[in-house]
């Protein structure tokens, strides 16, 4: 079964510092890839999504992630995050040989100290 | 603005009752899913619908069905709540085969 693989359960960072979140599935075909973002209190938000072409692809608020296709990864990246960003973060994958089920890692909680 | 609307925000309800979760988008999607959302576990797919009156079941169908009679319409049903099924439900809606799916805001139902 598709499945998506989360690696940090809860990351702490300082202000200004560099993030990278990864994130694996497990579907060997075609794929959409996705980085939703929950602030506190607030509904799901797409941060960014790959469908094709650029492995790198570039979200709001700065955020980036890299398809790497023979690593099945997708890892989200910022270079200097802000208080602002504390957040989860959930990966998810949908395989386009299915109507379009998105799969969602468990979330990876970001806390930023200011 | 987009929008997918979930018709009550906080439910408390009690054991053994039927419960209904209605969901409404307006963007036309084909795809709709119902998640439900506990901490540690993220988010996991109850069912899914690609089509008017077609579902598919995500990785925890049991204890729900699901009921889509329009496009813009997707309802939970919980036959007999029971207290491990309180959680955050949110509703999602996409166009197929593109994810990209736009959330509601979820309704977080308790069962005593």
Known sequence: AQSVSQHNHHVILSEAASLELGCNYSYGGT???????QYPGQHLQLLLKYFSGDPLVKGI???????????????????SVQWSDTAEYFCA??????QGNLIFGKGTKLSVKP | DVKVTQSSRYLVKRTGEKVFLECVQDMDHENMFW?????????????FSYDVKMKEKGDI???????????????????????????MYLCASSRQRQGGAFFGQGTRLTVV
């Open chain 1, 31 to 37: 794929v959409n890839l996705f980085w939703y973002v």
């Open chain 1, 61 to 79: 608020k700065g955020f980036e992630a890299e398809f790497i296709k023979s690593k099945f990864s997708f890892n989200l990246r910022k270079p």
């Open chain 1, 93 to 98: 994958v949908n395989n386009l040989g299915s």
């Open chain 2, 35 to 47: 998640y439900r959302q506990d901490p540690g576990l993220g988010l996991r797919l109850i069912y």
């Open chain 2, 61 to 87: 169908p049991e204890g729900y069905s699901v009921s889509r009679e329009k496009k813009e319409r997707f309802s939970l049903i919980l036959e007999s709540a029971s207290t491990n099924q309180t959680s």
